[in-house]
């Protein structure tokens, strides 16, 4: 596993995150989709990668396990494992123990990414392996998490328990559309993209929750206590608008009335640019409107994310020659 936090004055890392590791695979990915250096990946990444997912498949720290439909499950309740990480005392404010949508996106990509790179380094017997698991894991993925009746995706899914599927309507599907690597059919992935659009966008990043649920909190404000409850309860979080539009452009014609649309979304931070840390995005934003900045002024992840999106997918503006000093997206 890779550790989500290093404290200070040299004390152990801190391990309790399900995600971090698997977003290892996703830079790998992107290293050779922008390098295709396959030797560099083979002498020093590829068997570090090959044994995070054995790791994964045995069991490691937290009851992280894959279980016998392929997907991966979580089991210590104690512990906020996903990037939804707010605890106060000993509540997780927000518990997603079980199978986590994300999680299981975030698996598939692992899976096909290393499936890709044994094949192109000459390990067919590995990518036969990676594949044979991947394909478990798409299938298990649409039986369990798919909700006929929102046309969307379940958050958590934990068949360990009696608890029902979670139905809450939140902004983790969105990355079983954006990754590379994807388990959904294009109806399926449009249906997401059409359900987090009408319940979840703002122009600042996608809300945390619906406003419709009864524990939505259009508000981060007060002590310590009340900001912490509510943290992942419908604030939005502006690096989620980074997979948010890979998504868009996915399900949608890459053409210039796409563009024009993501890029009148994205004019917004113009002046936001201004309004909380001079040159910076915030960490999250007010759910409900005028949406104004909270959190952070400077959240490396919201400024990374959408300088990427807007890259990967042909939507920067370059500038004009005559003004050398901005360029606006």
Same mark, same amino acid.
């Given at each position: ?71 991966? /499950? ?21 518990? &997603? ?14 899976? &096909? ?37 929102? $046309? ?57 929750? *619906? ?12 002590? $310590?206590?009340?900001?912490? *409850? ?58 409900? *409107? ?21 890259? /990967? ?8 020659? /005559? ?7």
């Amino acid at each position: 596993m890779l550790p989500n936090r290093f404290p200070d004055a040299g004390e152990a890392p801190e391990y309790n995150t399900i995600d971090a590791t698997l977003w290892y695979f996703e830079a790998v990915r992107s290293l050779l989709q922008y390098t295709a250096d396959y030797p560099f990946v083979r002498a020093h990444l590829y068997p570090v990668l090959a044994d995070i997912i054995e790791w994964h498949v045995r069991g490691t720290r937290y009851g992280i396990k894959m279980d016998e439909d392929a997907l991966i /499950a979580s089991s210590d309740p104690n512990i906020q494992l996903t990037w939804m990480d707010a605890k106060i005392d000993n509540w997780v404010v927000t518990p &997603r123990n079980g199978k986590a949508v994300e999680i299981q996106a975030l698996w598939y990509n692992a899976l &096909r990414t290393m499936e890709d790179i044994a094949a192109k380094i000459g390990i067919p017997a590995d990518a036969q392996k990676y594949s044979t698991l991947a394909a478990l894991a798409q299938r298990s993925f649409n039986e369990l998490f798919w909700n006929e009746e929102a $046309s969307c995706l379940c958050d958590v899914v934990d068949q360990r328990s009696e608890c029902k599927p979670d139905r809450a309507m939140r902004p983790n599907q969105i990355l079983a559309v954006s990754l590379t690597h994807s388990m959904l059919s294009k109806g399926r992935a449009k249906a997401v993209v059409d359900a987090v659009e009408r319940d979840l966008f703002t122009p600042y990043g996608l809300r945390s929750l *619906s406003p419709a649920d009864s524990r939505y909190r259009g508000h981060y404000k007060g002590d $310590s206590v009340a900001r912490d *409850s509510s943290y992942h309860q419908g604030p939005v979080w502006a690096w989620l608008l980074g997979p948010f539009i890979d998504a868009y452009f996915k399900v949608n014609d890459n053409g210039k009335k796409v563009q024009d649309q993501v890029r009148e979304w994205l004019h917004i931070f113009s002046g936001h640019l201004t309004e909380a840390g001079l040159g910076h995005v915030s960490e999250i934003f007010d759910g409900d *409107s005028p949406h104004h900045p909270r959190g952070c002024f400077a959240q490396a992840w919201s400024v990374a994310e959408i300088l990427r999106a807007v890259v /990967a997918n042909g939507v920067a503006r370059k500038p004009r020659k /005559a003004k050398k000093a901005v360029a606006v997206v």
